[in-house]
Nanobody, 118 residues
Framework: VHLVESGGGLVQAGGSLKLSCTVS????????MGWYRQAPGKERELVAT???????TYADSVKGRFTLSKDKVDNALYLQMNALKSEDTATYIC?????????????WGQGTQVTVSS
């Protein structure tokens, strides 16, 4: 399985971006997908996840501004980001969780850079 992110870029505060994560390869038993982000000098933090069942979950800092969606036909995950703030600047990384021999295995993308100018 291989993940490729796209859609990052430079945007002014208050603007919007839509990130895409395309999954190639065959996934058997997914335990969810999501987006993390990592800013320079900071730890990687969870942004939004979809575990396949139940509602999406979001970090408090992005609730009401970011929306996670999934396209089963295209096997892609999207993150619509609105009302962007300078503190949203980070590398955004897609992750896919799979059950492999009874254990969770995470596959990570390379990330896409989002820079919000104030």
């Amino acid at each position: 399985v291989h993940l490729v992110e796209s859609g990052g870029g430079l945007v002014q505060a208050g603007g919007s971006l839509k990130l895409s994560c395309t999954v190639s390869g065959y996934t058997v038993h997914s335990c969810g997908m999501g987006w993390y982000r990592q800013a320079p000098g900071k730890e990687r933090e969870l942004v939004a996840t979809n575990k396949g069942t139940g509602p999406n979950t979001y970090a408090d800092s992005v609730k009401g501004r970011f929306t996670l969606s999934k396209d089963k036909v295209d096997n892609a995950l999207y993150l619509q980001m609105n009302a962007l703030k300078s503190e949203d600047t980070a590398t955004y990384i897609c992750v896919l969780c799979e059950w492999v021999r009874g254990q969770r295995l995470n596959t990570w993308g390379q990330g896409t850079q989002v820079t919000v100018s104030s």
